[in-house]
Every structure is written in structure tokens, then in C-alpha cells.
């Protein structure tokens, strides 16, 4: 199977569109790491809707899961369950508005999943300015001369 082919196979529920952000590229998230955004304090209630839009892929890459769902049966996402487990919380959250003016993450899903589970009221953030997002864009390959 080509990548044109899988890539029509894939399956994106359309709540995960809804509350997309549209961009026009591929990010790169070392580039979103290097950004200089100040860390603030966000009340955890603010980003509670996130859980409840599927955000994840299951095993075939199709974008159906959501957090909450991975949660409720950690042992049935064993993937999802290590990167939620293994998630460094030290490491602000990286948010920006979404199309719809919400605020979603870039950067830190796992991380969101594991402070919400173990209680956390408050979470530290970087608020990205859509202004400087494509900052992050990931760099196209070159071409062979």
C-alpha cells in the first residue's frame, strides 16, 4: 500500500475537525520548544473540553479517540497509556486558540491527561500567539542537486 493510500484510509472524526486549528503546515515541535513564551498559571477547568474531542489515533491511524476514552480503559490504549505515564509534567503545556477561540494544546496532551488524572487544579502554560506560529513549520526536505 503507497502513502496516497493509506492516507485515504484514514478516518478523522469530525469533532476532531471542529476544533482543529487549521494550519497550513506540518509543526515541528522543537521549534514550538524554542519559542520564548512565558509560563503562566491556567486553572485546569479552562481546558477540561479538550478531553472529550478525539484528538488520538487508534492502532489503524484513524483520529477517533479521545482522551477521556483512553482513561476510562487505560490497559486497552497500552501506547497511549506509556506516553501518559512517561510524560514529563514539569514541562509547561503548549496551548493556542483554536479556530473556535478555545484554547487547545499544541504541545502536551499526555502531560494534560496525567496532571488531570493525579488531581492537579492548576497547570502551567505557554500561550502561543497565532501571530508567530509558523515559526514552528517544519522545515521541507531539500532537494537533491
Given at each position: 500500500m503507497t502513502f496516497e493510500e493509506k492516507e485515504k484510509d484514514i478516518y478523522v472524526d469530525p469533532r476532531h475537525e471542529e476544533h482543529s486549528f487549521d494550519l497550513p503546515f506540518w509543526r515541528d515541535n522543537k521549534k514550538l520548544w524554542a519559542l520564548d513564551i512565558p509560563i503562566?498559571?491556567?486553572?485546569?477547568?479552562?481546558?477540561?473540553?479538550?478531553?472529550?474531542?478525539?484528538?488520538?489515533?487508534?492502532?489503524?491511524?484513524?483520529?477517533?479517540?479521545?482522551?477521556?476514552?483512553?482513561?476510562?480503559?487505560?490497559d486497552s490504549y497500552p501506547e497511549h497509556k506509556k506516553r501518559i505515564t512517561e510524560s514529563d509534567t514539569t514541562y509547561p503545556l503548549d496551548i493556542m486558540k483554536n479556530k473556535r477561540g478555545e484554547w487547545l494544546t499544541l504541545d502536551g496532551l499526555?502531560?494534560?491527561?496525567?496532571?488531570?488524572?493525579?488531581?492537579?487544579?492548576?497547570?502551567?502554560?505557554?500561550?502561543?500567539?497565532?501571530?508567530?506560529?509558523?515559526?514552528?513549520?517544519?522545515?521541507?526536505?531539500?532537494?537533491?542537486?
Open positions: 503562566e498559571d491556567m486553572d485546569i477547568n479552562e481546558l477540561l473540553w479538550i478531553l472529550d474531542v478525539p484528538f488520538w489515533e487508534d492502532e489503524g491511524g484513524n483520529i477517533v479517540l479521545t482522551p477521556r476514552e483512553v482513561m476510562r480503559d487505560l499526555h502531560r494534560f491527561v496525567k496532571l488531570y488524572s493525579e488531581g492537579v487544579s492548576v497547570v502551567h502554560v505557554r500561550k502561543i500567539p497565532p501571530e508567530i506560529i509558523h515559526l514552528t513549520a517544519r522545515d521541507l526536505p531539500q532537494p537533491l542537486k
